[in-house]
């Protein structure tokens, strides 16, 4: 089982940076891939980046790509996704998510937390 609550969120301006954190808890956190997704008003929740356990392996979604960065600290039982040079577009609420295995698809995370409200004015 593992908990997770995000943080860091805010509001910002168009070219401005936000690390949002992600506090686990739950014993199997070290071994789990974790992924930060997002959802827009009236949009479906889609995926910003993925880590692997040991952080070997990290993907990004296209729009996110140079911008965004994911990374874990495994023995605070914490991922973080720092955001740089943010959008009005990047207006969502990002929620951190963990699964067992590798894995960039939105449904095969089990664990989700409550998430944090992200808004860029232009």
């Known amino acids: 089982q593992v908990h997770l609550v995000e943080s860091g969120g805010g509001l910002v301006q168009a070219g401005a940076s936000l690390r949002l954190s992600c506090a686990a808890s739950g014993r199997t956190f070290s071994t789990y891939t974790m992924g930060w997704f997002r959802q827009a008003p009236g949009k479906e929740r889609e995926f910003v980046a993925a880590i692997s356990w040991r952080g070997s392996r990290i993907y990004y979604a296209d729009s996110v790509k140079g911008r965004f960065t994911i990374s874990r600290d495994n023995a605070g039982n914490t991922v973080y996704l720092q955001m740089n040079s943010l959008k009005p577009e990047d207006t969502a609420v990002y929620y951190c998510?963990?699964?067992?295995?590798?894995?960039?698809?939105?449904?095969?995370?089990?664990?989700w937390g409550q998430g944090t409200q992200v808004t860029v004015s232009s």
């Open positions: 998510a963990g699964h067992a295995i590798w894995t960039t698809i939105r449904s095969d995370y089990d664990y």
